[in-house]
């Protein structure tokens, strides 16, 4: 289910799209359903993205020269673009790291909430 726009879930999720996407090209390239099915799998459930607001993000992400789609072709599988992080989509990767780091930070200080 994904959160209705305005809420807070879907603002957080909005403003995480794209750290998460690079975080999961980082190791190795992925096609679109791949990250999807990843997202969601690595969040237990509480993260889903469509392949309709995937889709977009991978493809302007693309356009700025952060990752590099390219078309595979498998034996009796239908054709598929992988997207892999460009030098600059690791650079934005480690900048992105950090200030989410200090984000979590600055919350948790507010909040109280702390994490192991």
């Known amino acids: 289910m994904t959160p209705p726009p305005g809420t807070p879930d879907h603002e957080w999720k909005k403003g995480s799209a794209e750290l998460l996407v690079l975080?999961?090209?980082?190791?190795?390239?992925?096609?679109?359903y791949d990250i999807s099915k990843l997202?969601?799998?690595?969040?237990?459930?509480?993260?889903?993205?469509?392949?309709t607001s995937l889709y977009p993000l991978l493809y302007r992400?693309?356009?700025?020269?952060?990752?590099?789609?390219?078309?595979?072709?498998?034996?009796?599988?239908?054709?598929?673009?992988?997207?892999?992080l460009t030098p600059a989509g690791r650079k934005l990767l480690r900048a992105q790291r950090k200030h989410?780091?200090?984000?979590?930070?600055?919350?948790?200080r507010i909040t109280g909430i702390e994490y192991a």
């Open 23 to 32: 975080s999961l090209l980082e190791q190795e390239a992925r096609h679109g």
């Open 39 to 51: 997202i969601e799998t690595r969040s237990a459930g509480a993260l889903r993205f469509h392949v």
């Open 61 to 84: 992400l693309e356009a700025r020269g952060l990752v590099q789609g390219c078309w595979v072709e498998k034996p009796q599988q239908r054709r598929r673009r992988y997207y892999s």
């Open 100 to 108: 989410w780091q200090n984000f979590v930070a600055a919350i948790g």
